[in-house]
């Protein structure tokens, strides 16, 4: 908990005070908040004083990310995630009274969230590789009372060996990978929560260690700013219509970017599923059993403008599902929606000679997905690992530390 009340002032008096009470309320209402724990966290900690330069309505919106800093490049770097997706994550975590938590990245808001949470008898530290950051973090700690919490400057693909053993590792950057210090400094029967990329699509996963291995308790749809250091895997892009709409992808795709560039002028290709979703219900199910099941998967990043010029169809925030063959593209689309219309139907935009068949190899991977019940289940084999101990029918995705198996075993073959 805080050590110092923070004085009432212009940037926190009742305004702030009901900004933050009403903030907590919606994240009840959007399911993120769910135990009176997190929920007095979020009700203590002044979270404007981690947003310096953010209005209050700014600071205290539940679904508002609060942009930090940028690079020379004009990269994003830093934030200060969400409410939304901090609580979710550590609803998905349970911190409790006592436990020592490292915390990787370092907007200083999290942190006293956990200081909060782990009480007088826990201890946080939190790592950062950008001095910028790590200053920045230490003098809103200060300020806010939370001077408890330990700021490391460093590069978290080490962990801090000084402060291990932790009960959990909380991870707030996009990850390919998952270095072997973070599963070395865990306790016995500790966690790791970490925001891995799958495929390019990230999901805030909870592992524990069995047999040799972790095993995923569970996960939710998130999205950070990557890593950077030794653990930071640069994308490969194929942008199709300068900076307003590009694909990007994990790993180079099995095809000619000039090709799949020139496909835009194309005609479109659509085919339909007949698979559907209704109006208000979630599919972010299917977008990962797209990128296990399909190769050459990319996400589409696009911009209203290209939309508007016809070159692409939409645009989603975190990115289109998306196939790349040789010289033509295929990206996940929507029926429009229609008055009075409950559902709308999965379908393929596509671009390209190869426009039919990529769009029908997509719909049939749609046609496939059960609608929701299915949920994955990700293991992390160390990276030498022979394939005949990977779960059978899995999708290995090898990395430099790790080989990661998803696979979607029914629900009474999850782990207990």
Not at 371 to 386: C, K, N, V, Y
Request: proline share 8%.
């Amino acid at each position: 908990m805080s050590n110092a009340r923070v004085e009432p002032g212009p940037a926190d008096d009742d305004r702030a005070g009901a900004r933050r009470a009403a903030m907590v309320q919606r994240l009840r209402e959007l399911g993120a908040v769910r135990g009176e724990d997190v929920a007095r966290a979020f009700s203590t900690v002044p979270r404007h004083l981690f947003a310096p330069g953010a209005s209050l309505e700014a600071a205290y919106a539940p679904e508002n990310t609060v942009l930090v800093r940028r690079d020379d490049t004009g990269a994003l770097v830093s934030t200060v995630s969400a409410p939304h997706i901090q609580a979710m994550m550590l609803e998905q975590v349970q911190v409790r009274p006592g436990m020592r938590v490292l915390e990787v990245g370092s907007g200083g808001y999290n942190a006293a969230l956990l200081a909060e949470l782990v009480g007088p008898s826990g201890a946080v530290t939190t790592v950062d590789i950008d001095p910028e950051v790590v200053d920045r973090a230490r003098s809103c700690l200060a300020a806010a009372g939370y001077d408890q919490v330990t700021v490391v400057l460093a590069d978290a693909d080490a962990g801090v060996p000084d402060r291990a053993p932790f009960d959990l590792v909380l991870v707030t950057t996009g990850m390919w990978d998952i270095p072997p210090a973070f599963t070395d400094q865990l306790a016995p029967g500790g966690r790791l929560v970490i925001p891995l990329r799958l495929r390019g699509l990230t999901r805030s996963v909870v592992f524990e260690s069995a047999g040799g291995r972790l095993v995923s308790r569970g996960y939710e749809l998130c999205s950070f700013v990557p890593v950077r250091g030794v653990g930071a895997h640069p994308d490969e892009v194929i942008r199709l219509d300068g900076d307003d709409a590009a694909i990007r992808f994990e790993d180079p795709p099995d095809a000619d970017p000039v090709l799949v560039r020139q496909a835009v002028s194309w005609p479109r290709v659509e085919v339909w599923s007949s698979a559907s979703v209704g109006e208000d219900g979630s599919f972010e199910g299917l977008l990962l059993w797209l990128a296990t099941g399909l190769d050459n998967f990319g996400l589409l990043m696009a911009r209203p403008a290209a939309v508007a010029r016809g070159v692409v169809g939409h645009a989603w925030p975190l990115g289109i599902p998306t196939i790349v063959g040789k010289g033509s593209f295929a990206y996940l689309a929507l029926s429009p929606k229609a008055p009075g219309q409950t559902s709308r139907e999965f379908g393929v935009y596509a671009h390209g000679p190869d426009a039919e068949a990529l769009a029908e190899r997509m719909a049939a991977r749609i046609r496939t997905w059960d609608g929701g019940s299915l949920t994955a289940r990700i293991e992390a084999f160390p990276a030498d690992a022979p394939d005949l101990v990977l779960p059978a029918g899995a999708v290995v995705l090898d990395r430099r530390h790790r080989r990661l198996a998803v696979s979607w075993p029914t629900a009474t073959d999850l782990p207990n």
